[in-house]
């Protein structure tokens, strides 16, 4: 009888680990999806926006080669004495030309910085994805642990969610370790 004692109380100890390492999982997988849903949002807005700014500057681009053009047809059919309306015309053509051209580097600018916000961002998207895949192979290691009562499967367990806690903690505080093999082989 004494041995049955002993075996329910060695049972109920590792279900016991079972249970505590399957709950601040799943917590912390849970806030964490939070987190990366956000930063996929902003990363889509990154996106939108890096898309926004390069359409923005090739029809300032365009703009600018069709401004040249007629410029350049209004100079030549003008000849050496222009008129008043070609004189007037060729000064608004200069005019946009030159806006248009203060304009187009601004908006390349804007493009490359969302561009650059979107890779940052998804660093930590993958550090989040890197999390959420460790933490739910631990809880289904852990799973396992709890039937085949095996304290070594447990151990495994919480190997895997100590590195999904590691890389969900490197998205939280914005660390930039990155699993790039892991990325690599996934991506």
């Known amino acids: 009888m004494e041995i ?3 075996a329910e109380a060695k049972d109920k100890r ?7 390492t399957v709950v601040i999982l799943s917590v912390f997988m849970g806030v964490s999806n939070i987190k990366d849903g956000n930063i996929v949002q902003t990363m889509a807005q990154a996106q939108a926006n890096a898309l926004d700014r390069w359409g ?18 209004i100079a030549i059919l003008s000849g050496a004495h222009p008129s008043q309306q070609a004189v007037a015309a060729l000064a608004a053509f200069d005019a ?3 806006r248009y051209q203060r304009e187009a580097p601004k908006l390349a600018a804007e493009a490359r910085g969302y561009s650059a916000q979107y890779d940052a961002l ?8 890197a ?3 460790a933490i739910s192979t631990a809880i289904s290691i852990t799973a396992v642990a709890a039937l085949t009562e095996s304290f070594w499967l ?6 895997f969610g100590a590195f999904g806690l590691f890389m969900g ?13 892991l990325s690599s082989l996934l991506g």
């Open 4 to 6: 049955e004692v002993s």
């Open 14 to 20: 590792l279900n016991r680990l079972v249970a505590i």
């Open 56 to 73: 923005e500057y090739q029809a300032t681009r365009t703009k600018t080669h069709v401004a040249e053009g007629a410029r350049t047809e």
């Open 122 to 129: 998804n660093i930590h998207d993958d550090q989040f994805d």
């Open 169 to 181: 903690i490197c998205g939280f505080a914005g660390w930039g370790f990155h699993p790039d093999l």
């Open 96 to 98: 946009n030309i030159a």
């Open 131 to 133: 999390s959420e895949a």
């Open 154 to 159: 447990l151990v495994g367990g919480w190997a």
